[in-house]
């Protein structure tokens, strides 16, 4: 089995930056996969980016040069660096896990989710 613990979420104003992490523990082998989702009260959970074991990335459009998505392999950790925050990045960002390495980024393919840490942003 493995965990997810999710950290640095917070407050900051509007063109500032944050760092969030997820570490894993547990039951960790094989080619893998690791996500960000994010989620607002009543919406669906929406996929941020996703890190291969690889290292290969994938972002989704409203990030792509703002958030920097990177995997450190011997810590287990996940980080997703986050510049130039606007008060629409603003939601509960979770970590997941999945199996495999192939690029996707959809809930329902990931079996593994932490607690989640919000983020908020100001004007």
């Known amino acids: 089995q493995v965990l997810l613990a999710e950290s640095g979420g917070g407050s900051v104003q509007s063109g500032g930056s944050l760092r969030l992490s997820c570490a894993a523990s547990?039951?960790?082998?094989?080619?893998?996969?690791m996500a960000w989702f994010r989620q607002s009260p009543g919406k669906d959970r929406m996929g941020v980016a996703t890190i291969n074991s690889d290292s290969v990335t994938s972002y989704t459009d409203s990030v792509k040069g703002r958030f920097t998505i990177s995997l450190d392999n011997a810590k287990n950790i996940v980080y997703l660096q986050m510049n130039s925050l606007t008060p629409e990045d603003t939601d509960t960002y979770f970590c997941?896990?999945?199996?495999?390495?192939?690029?996707?980024?959809?809930?329902?393919?990931?079996?593994?989710w932490g607690q989640g840490t919000h983020v908020t942003v100001s004007t």
């Open positions: 547990g039951s960790i082998y094989g080619p893998y996969s």
């Open positions: 997941a896990r999945r199996k495999g390495k192939l690029m996707i980024l959809v809930k329902e393919a990931f079996e593994t």
